[in-house]
């Protein structure tokens, strides 16, 4: 059982419409990663947080320490949004830890 | 700045032989991660690197070597490839452990 656990596992949308991804875990954390996995292959970090809320473009993440739970929202999709979407969280919870990933949400953004 | 480069992209092996996957950032990053990831898992870690000269087990190790002799370069070799080793491959690096981490390309793997 992965420790990280995101839903849904897949997400078809239309463009233009408003998402969001869940993930939640089971362990006090310091810090919540959010990563994107393009559809070549490449992926790279969208967001780290440890409270609130971030924002970049069209991306927002936010989070609840209390109750162990993050969401990544996308308004306004457009169909370049189609990814693997991974969330991630230091292995023993501190921020000296490595990361263990979740699995990912596959978003598909249909024209 | 090139950020993090892998070599090979692509490899396909037959069981029993060796090969050695490259890792070079250009960050000046201390921490350096050597990742598998295969269908419907997510990505695990292998070995890592805290610093020239050090390496350490992740969660899956078993019949990986890795080496950081410099900084910038940190090296995942397979002995002797089995089929259970076919997979993509990621190399990462970060400032911290638990920072952001910079993605390379991946190395696509077959091992027959």
């Known amino acids: 059982k992965n420790e990280v656990e995101q839903s849904p596992q897949n997400l078809t949308a239309q463009e233009g419409e408003f998402i969001t991804i869940n993930c939640s875990y089971s362990?006090?954390?310091?810090?919540l990663h959010w990563l994107q996995q393009h559809p070549g292959g490449g992926i790279v970090s969208l967001f780290m947080?440890?409270?609130g809320k971030k924002k970049h473009g069209r991306l927002i993440a936010t989070i609840n320490i209390q109750e162990k739970h993050s969401s990544l929202h996308i308004t306004a999709s457009h169909p370049r949004d189609s990814a693997v979407y991974i969330c991630a969280r230091p292995w023993g919870g501190s921020n000296t830890d490595k990361l263990i990933f979740g699995t990912g949400t596959r978003l598909q953004v249909f024209p | 700045n090139a950020g993090v480069t892998q070599t090979p992209k692509f490899r396909v092996l037959k069981t029993g032989q060796s090969m050695t996957l490259l890792c070079a950032q250009d960050m000046n990053h201390e921490y350096m991660y050597w990742y598998r990831q295969d269908p419907g898992m997510g990505l695990r870690l292998i070995h890592y690197s805290v610093g020239e000269g050090t390496t350490a087990k992740g969660e899956v190790p078993d019949g990986y070597n890795v080496s950081r002799l410099k900084k910038q370069n940190f090296l995942l070799g397979l002995e002797s490839a089995a089929p259970s080793q076919t997979s993509v491959y990621f190399c990462a690096s970060s400032y911290m452990t638990s920072g952001t981490q910079y993605f390379g390309p991946g190395t696509r793997l077959t091992v027959l």
């Open positions: 362990v006090g954390i310091s810090a």
């Open positions: 947080l440890s409270s």
